[in-house]
């Protein structure tokens, strides 16, 4: 028979970017679940940083924001000062951000908070010949800008920002994880799982495959897939709240167990 004890509570590495990491764990620690909060990668600004003026003020008829970081760091490139046009977010809190950067109401998915959510958008169906600007970091994937092509639009970039890898980030972590008996990750970003892999030793890689991966998208889940994983969650959302949802229902069950084993 089944006891409490086979019910194993999540002990997670959290590799999303700071501040985000450090808010998620000590959300996940109240709940009574452990974390370790280590970002993997960190932004930075690119050359294309000072041309927002330049690129952003070309009459473009919408422009989408697929990102935080893409909002806050065109934010403090145009000085505050942003254009008139229809935008469009990726997310909800990409939403709040953008809306409160350019004090008008900003369209957003419902539920499918990617480019798959973004490309059903009314405001995306018809749209030959439109001029659309994507506010993102350097070097993402094209399927966004290649569908709108396809579909008629006239595309751009600007690109205010570039991950790159958090300094000194290595050995030392993925020994803390196994002293700590860490047992699952959580990965935002297809970069995020690129450099988990870059980090770990080979001696380590084959205990890095027995974590579970919890993804924020299907095409993350995929891609864990193809590098070898075999346990992988994709949850509901990237949001805090999203991932709180996923496991505050697990520590529930785990609760609900116990109590009815004693009685």
């Not at 690129?55 to 000085?79: C, E, P, Q, R, W």
């Not at 799982?193 to 030793?201: A, D, F, G, R, S």
């Not at 697990?250 to 004693?262: D, F, G, H, L, T």
Request: net charge neutral.
């Amino acid at each position: 028979m089944m006891n409490s004890f086979d019910i194993v509570l999540p002990r997670l590495l959290i590799t999303r970017f700071s501040p985000h990491a450090d808010r998620l764990s000590v959300l996940l620690q109240s709940m009574g679940i452990f974390s370790i909060a280590q970002p993997l990668l960190k932004v930075e600004k690119t050359d294309e940083f000072d041309l927002a003026d330049a690129v952003l003020n070309k009459g473009y008829d919408h422009i989408v924001a697929v990102s935080m970081h893409a909002v806050d760091y065109t934010d403090k490139a145009l000085f505050k000062i942003w254009p008139i046009s229809n935008y469009i977010a990726v997310g909800r809190a990409t939403q709040r951000e953008l809306e409160r950067a350019v004090k008008q109401s900003v369209d957003s998915p419902q539920k499918q908070f990617n480019s798959e959510g973004l490309l059903d958008l009314e405001q995306l169906q018809n749209i030959s010949q439109k001029h659309i600007l994507i506010l993102r970091g350097m070097g993402g994937r094209e399927f966004l800008a290649d569908s709108l092509r396809a579909r008629g639009a006239i595309v751009d970039y600007y690109q205010p920002y570039q991950r790159v890898a958090v300094d000194n980030v290595g050995t030392n972590l993925i020994k803390n994880c196994l002293q700590k008996q860490v047992n699952g990750v959580i990965i935002t970003s297809i970069g995020l799982l690129n450099q988990l892999v870059c980090i770990t030793e080979d001696v380590d890689m084959d205990w890095l495959k027995s974590l579970t991966i919890y993804t924020a998208s299907k095409r993350i889940t995929e891609y864990a897939k193809v590098l070898g994983w075999y346990k992988v969650i994709t949850l509901a959302g990237i949001s805090d709240e999203s991932i709180i949802s996923y496991f505050k229902a697990i520590v529930n069950s785990q609760s609900s167990y116990i109590i009815n084993e004693r009685t």
